[in-house]
């Protein structure tokens, strides 16, 4: 089956700094990958989708600059969480489609991030 | 826009049936699709309907009626390590996107 890798798990950062979180598809190529972000107890909500060799396109309320996706490759596509603040604390998820099952997304593990 | 409604919370024993019903508004439908969640986990993929009709894969099955813009996902017997949060999700036409519902919780009892 189709694998998706994300790292880091968990980081912990101070406030402040930036944070990368890398999203990889190990076994298939992703022209599409999908960021999502889900806070305790609650849904997925969809930030943005990442699209290979071109912008991002972001979901509307979430800042552009704060939240930035590189899609540079076929199978890796990257979020930074720049100038992180206590409210960007939360459960970051990557996933991403394969075109010969476009009705099934493939996630990576997560990311916690907390900042202090 | 688009919205999804499922129940909060369903509660059931081991080898019983459940349904979790999934509502949906989009503007643009390719499809719902079924994720199930463990605590601390990342979703996993379950079944997808584009069609109108029953999907069955093992214990699992999703049915679908575009005209309604409904579908369900029945589980049968039920095991202790089904207590999970499922979400269905709309495939949208627009850049084929995918927009979650808000979840279930399953707790499945002895």
């Known amino acids: 089956g189709a694998v998706v890798s994300q790292h880091p798990s968990w980081v912990i950062c101070k406030s402040g700094t930036s944070v990368k979180i890398e999203c990889r598809s190990l076994d298939f190529q992703a022209t599409t990958m999908f960021w999502y972000r889900q806070f305790p107890k609650q849904s997925l909500m969809l930030m943005a989708t990442?699209?290979?060799?071109?912008?991002?396109?972001?979901e509307q309320g979430v800042e552009k600059d704060k939240f930035l996706i590189n899609h540079a490759s076929l199978t890796l596509s990257t979020l930074t969480v720049t100038s992180a603040h206590p409210e960007d604390s939360s459960f970051y998820i990557c996933?991403?489609?394969?075109?010969?099952?476009?009705?099934?997304?493939?996630f990576g593990e997560g990311s916690r991030l907390t900042v202090l | 826009g688009q919205s999804l409604e499922q129940p909060s919370e369903v509660t059931a024993v081991e080898g019983a049936i459940v349904q979790i019903n999934c509502t949906y508004q989009?503007?643009?439908?390719?499809?719902l699709s079924w994720y199930q969640q463990h605590d601390g986990g990342a979703p996993t993929f379950l079944s997808y309907?584009?069609?109108?009709g029953l999907e069955e894969t093992g214990r699992f099955s999703s049915f679908l009626s575009r005209s309604d813009s409904y579908g369900y996902l029945l589980l049968q017997e039920l095991q202790m390590k089904d207590s999970a949060s499922y979400f269905c999700?709309?495939?949208?036409?627009?850049?084929?996107?995918?927009?979650f519902g808000s979840g279930t919780k399953l707790n499945v009892k002895p």
């Open positions: 999700a709309v495939r949208e036409s627009n850049f084929n996107k995918f927009y």
């Open positions: 996933s991403a489609r394969d075109q010969q099952r476009p009705g099934e997304l493939f």
């Open positions: 989009t503007s643009g439908f390719y499809g």
């Open positions: 990442s699209n290979e060799g071109s912008k991002a396109t972001y």
């Open positions: 309907n584009a069609l109108d």
